[in-house]
């Protein structure tokens, strides 16, 4: 439509509804204000002040010997009416619009007309006192949010003339748990019953073909069947559900894959696919696009603790593990060439083995896990925004193809090395608040050897703590620590490599070759307790004939390694008895944490799994402190005692 034609359009559209105005009468008759919309019609549009609390809204009046039908309640005509309580609708009604009754927080009865047709956008939205509704069978459309936020409502019960039910029609009615649906059901549109709690069970009618985004997401709904008929189900619908199973049937030919219509629901534990699915498959209960191309979503509730992804897999799609609680070490298959963005975020993983067949990694894919090492191959020539954002990455080994890292890449992480393959400094993508000075001043670099000079003039490669010159590619081993579970408590280790960077404060990774400088001191002050032995993945490595109250430096150079570096740090024990001072100490396990009643304030605290390996070092308040853990069984020792604990999922 040219300009010409819109501007008299919109003319006699004007001129249209001047004319259709100019023709309504306002009539104030018993409390009611009324319009009319024909010779016979009229909407009722708002009330007068002295309307009752419980009124009849009647089916005709009569006006100077004139009847006139009530077929409509106009817009907003009672919104945020705070005294209406119960309200009969007269029979000649045929629409409700939109606002008609919103807000009116008191409302607890309605009787509804049987040829009620239409109820408009939020016309009893928010009407608080409502507990049960049954809908006239005549009706036809429900217009978006009708019912949205009646968080008193328990039970309604749909005509089976309604064909589509509209976007958010029930949102947050947190007391609904009884729902019947129309057997003429097509449609069910976004976020319909989403935050509806107490929703536990609902029949889906055997006609819908389409459950769009977030239909059911934040419901109580245990299981559910989806039907035959249906072809589409969108992103995010049963996301934040306890579902433990579900089975997707052949006829859905559209789902998008990208958003996984499973997210947060923490007791999933399988995935089921009917056979001749020409969209999905699944396998060992993991959901995969046709002919397993890329896998959509992990189970959160699937009790494997370590998975390798079978062949011919070749991508791990968008949100495909995000919150996994369970999974800490995964293996992906050679031939997968893409990790889509936000993949593991969130997700408690802790070692992912990337194929060589790897071509690109999408932004925040491992955003906030607990990746510590991670072996990039050489086909990946970007790392994309955020892709190991606020991780506990401290090491990484790059290949030979990179040559541009998005912004914010280690930001938030606890990197402290890093090995580049690359005889060309890659570029590091920044912005006015997206400077990666910060994420590498405490880097020991190991880059090719003969590119030392370039890397130190290359921006923001120059920032780094350390440059070193290596052949090849570095391989790290982390290394940590443990301290003999009846040691003083005032034990200071620090961590050095041979050029004096420090690691203090991480499981700091050690390359191969590298010589590490470890230094002991009791900073007690009267030590009763000194260094007598050193192991080394439980060689004894040093053994001390003399004891001494001074620190202890001790200097090794890793070469036998294949693992990991462990250090067992290992103390005299003083005889006799000593008067201690010492705090009441409690220590005991829960759900998902360890709970520490300390008298003692800044007191600090080990916590040891049962191979003997330190897992965490703090201090606690005088008072109670819960720290998070996975559950297991470990060693705590606080002050002086040492308690052996359990942590429940």
Same mark, same amino acid.
């Given at each position: 439509?040219?300009?010409?034609?819109?501007?008299?359009?919109?003319?006699?559209?004007?001129?249209?509804? +001047?004319?259709?105005?100019?023709?309504?009468?306002?009539?104030?008759?018993?409390?009611?204000?009324?319009?009319?919309?024909?010779?016979?019609?009229?909407?009722?549009?708002?009330?007068?002040?002295?309307?009752?609390?419980?009124?009849?809204?009647?089916?005709?009046?009569?006006?100077?010997?004139?009847?006139?039908?009530?077929?409509?309640?106009?817009?907003?005509?009672?919104?945020?009416?705070?005294?209406?309580?119960?309200?009969?609708?007269?029979?000649?009604?045929?629409?409700?619009?939109?606002?008609?009754?919103?807000?009116?927080? *008191?409302?607890?009865?309605?009787?509804?007309?049987?040829?009620?047709?239409?109820?408009?956008?939020?016309?009893f939205m928010s009407c608080r006192k409502l507990t049960s509704l049954s809908l006239p069978p005549n009706l036809?459309?429900?217009?978006?949010?009708?019912?949205?936020?009646?968080?008193?409502?328990?039970?309604?019960?749909?005509?089976?003339?309604?064909?589509?039910?509209?976007?958010?029609?029930?949102?947050?009615?947190?007391?609904?748990?009884?729902?019947?649906?129309?057997?003429? +059901?097509?449609?069910?549109?976004? #976020?319909?019953?989403?935050?509806?709690?107490?929703?536990?069970?609902?029949?889906?009618?055997?006609?819908?073909?389409?459950?769009?985004?977030?239909?059911?997401?934040?419901?109580?709904?245990?299981?559910?069947?989806?039907?035959?008929?249906?072809?589409?189900? *969108?992103?995010?619908?049963?996301?934040?559900?306890? #579902?433990?199973?579900?089975?997707?049937?052949?006829?859905?030919?559209?789902? *998008?894959?990208?958003?996984?219509?499973?997210?947060?629901?923490?007791?999933?534990?399988?995935?089921?696919?009917?056979?001749?699915?020409?969209? #999905?498959?699944?396998?060992?209960?993991?959901?995969?696009?046709?002919?397993?191309?890329?896998?959509?979503?992990?189970?959160?509730?699937?009790?494997?603790?370590?998975?390798?992804?079978?062949?011919?897999?070749?991508?791990?799609?968008?949100?495909?593990?995000?919150?996994?609680?369970?999974?800490?070490?995964?293996?992906?298959?050679?031939?997968?060439?893409?990790?889509?963005? #936000?993949?593991?975020?969130?997700?408690?993983?802790?070692?992912?083995?990337?194929? *060589?067949?790897?071509?690109?990694?999408?932004?925040?894919?491992?955003?906030?896990?607990?990746?510590?090492?991670?072996?990039?191959?050489?086909?990946?020539?970007?790392?994309?925004?955020?892709?190991?954002?606020?991780?506990? +990455?401290?090491?990484?080994?790059?290949?030979?193809?990179?040559?541009?890292?998005?912004?914010?890449?280690?930001?938030?992480?606890?990197?402290?090395?890093?090995?580049?393959?690359?005889?060309?400094?890659?570029?590091?993508?920044?912005?006015?608040?997206?400077?990666?000075?910060?994420?590498?001043?405490?880097?020991?670099?190991?880059?090719?050897?003969?590119?030392?000079?370039?890397?130190?003039?290359?921006?923001?490669?120059?920032?780094?703590?350390?440059?070193?010159?290596?052949?090849?590619?570095?391989?790290?081993?982390?290394v940590t620590y443990t301290i003999d579970i009846d040691a003083p408590n005032n034990i200071d280790v620090r961590?050095?490599?041979?050029?004096?960077?420090?690691?203090?404060?991480?499981?700091p990774p050690i390359a191969k070759g590298d010589t590490i400088i470890v230094i002991v001191k009791d900073q007690?002050?009267?030590?009763?307790?000194?260094?007598?032995?050193?192991?080394?993945?439980?060689?004894?490595?040093?053994?001390?004939?003399?004891?001494?109250?001074?620190?202890?430096?001790?200097?090794?150079?890793?070469?036998?390694?294949?693992?990991?570096?462990?250090?067992?740090?290992?103390?005299?024990?003083?005889?006799?008895?000593?008067?201690?001072?010492?705090?009441?100490?409690?220590?005991?396990?829960?759900?998902?944490?360890?709970?520490?009643?300390?008298?003692?304030?800044?007191?600090?605290?080990?916590?040891?799994?049962?191979?003997?390996?330190?897992?965490?070092?703090?201090?606690?308040?005088?008072?109670?402190?819960?720290?998070?853990?996975?559950?297991?069984?470990?060693?705590?020792?606080?002050?002086?005692?040492?308690?052996?604990?359990?942590?429940?999922?």
């Amino acid at each position: 439509m040219n300009a010409a034609h819109f501007s008299r359009f919109t003319s006699i559209l004007l001129c249209l509804l +001047l004319t259709t105005a100019s023709h309504a009468e306002e009539l104030k008759i018993n409390g009611f204000i009324y319009k009319t919309t024909s010779d016979s019609t009229v909407t009722l549009t708002g009330y007068t002040d002295n309307l009752a609390v419980k009124f009849t809204i009647p089916g005709q009046i009569t006006v100077e010997e004139k009847t006139y039908d009530v077929t409509r309640i106009g817009f907003s005509a009672f919104e945020s009416n705070d005294r209406l309580q119960s309200v009969i609708i007269g029979e000649k009604v045929t629409k409700i619009d939109r606002h008609a009754f919103f807000g009116c927080l *008191e409302l607890s009865s309605i009787t509804f007309p049987e040829n009620l047709a239409e109820i408009g956008e939020a016309a009893f939205m928010s009407c608080r006192k409502l507990t049960s509704l049954s809908l006239p069978p005549n009706l036809t459309s429900l217009g978006e949010v009708a019912f949205a936020d009646c968080n008193g409502l328990i039970s309604i019960v749909l005509p089976d003339n309604l064909t589509r039910l509209g976007h958010s029609l029930f949102y947050s009615c947190a007391e609904l748990s009884s729902v019947t649906l129309p057997a003429g +059901l097509t449609m069910i549109d976004s #976020l319909a019953f989403a935050e509806c709690g107490k929703l536990e069970a609902i029949t889906i009618p055997g006609k819908v073909k389409r459950i769009c985004d977030g239909a059911f997401s934040g419901t109580g709904l245990k299981s559910i069947t989806i039907p035959a008929n249906v072809e589409t189900i *969108e992103s995010y619908v049963f996301d934040l559900t306890p #579902l433990e199973t579900i089975t997707i049937p052949a006829t859905v030919k559209q789902m *998008e894959v990208g958003t996984n219509p499973f997210i947060g629901c923490r007791l999933l534990k399988t995935i089921y696919v009917e056979d001749g699915s020409p969209i #999905l498959s699944s396998a060992d209960g993991i959901l995969y696009t046709k002919g397993m191309q890329k896998l959509v979503t992990w189970p959160h509730a699937k009790a494997d603790t370590a998975y390798s992804i079978p062949a011919p897999t070749a991508a791990i799609g968008t949100f495909a593990f995000r919150y996994n609680q369970t999974l800490q070490s995964l293996i992906l298959p050679e031939g997968l060439t893409t990790i889509d963005s #936000l993949a593991f975020t969130g997700a408690d993983i802790e070692s992912v083995v990337l194929p *060589e067949s790897l071509t690109e990694i999408g932004e925040y894919a491992f955003n906030n896990t607990r990746i510590h090492s991670i072996v990039i191959p050489d086909k990946v020539a970007t790392i994309k925004s955020g892709a190991f954002h606020h991780t506990l +990455l401290t090491n990484a080994s790059i290949g030979k193809g990179l040559t541009r890292f998005g912004t914010n890449v280690f930001e938030g992480s606890q990197l402290a090395a890093l090995s580049l393959q690359t005889t060309v400094p890659p570029a590091f993508d920044t912005t006015k608040y997206a400077k990666p000075d910060d994420q590498l001043r405490y880097l020991c670099l190991y880059v090719p050897k003969g590119t030392r000079e370039a890397y130190s003039k290359a921006y923001p490669w120059n920032k780094a703590h350390t440059i070193v010159e290596k052949d090849g590619p570095v391989q790290f081993f982390p290394v940590t620590y443990t301290i003999d579970i009846d040691a003083p408590n005032n034990i200071d280790v620090r961590v050095y490599n041979k050029n004096g960077f420090s690691f203090y404060g991480y499981d700091p990774p050690i390359a191969k070759g590298d010589t590490i400088i470890v230094i002991v001191k009791d900073q007690s002050s009267r030590p009763t307790h000194e260094v007598t032995h050193l192991f080394m993945n439980e060689t004894d490595i040093v053994d001390l004939n003399e004891t001494s109250h001074k620190p202890y430096t001790f200097t090794y150079t890793i070469e036998n390694v294949t693992d990991s570096i462990l250090l067992d740090i290992r103390f005299t024990h003083p005889t006799g008895t000593e008067d201690i001072e010492m705090a009441t100490t409690a220590v005991s396990g829960s759900q998902g944490q360890v709970i520490i009643h300390s008298g003692t304030n800044n007191q600090p605290v080990l916590i040891y799994d049962m191979t003997g390996r330190l897992i965490r070092r703090t201090r606690v308040a005088e008072g109670t402190t819960s720290l998070p853990l996975r559950p297991g069984i470990y060693i705590i020792k606080a002050g002086d005692k040492a308690f052996k604990v359990i942590v429940s999922a």
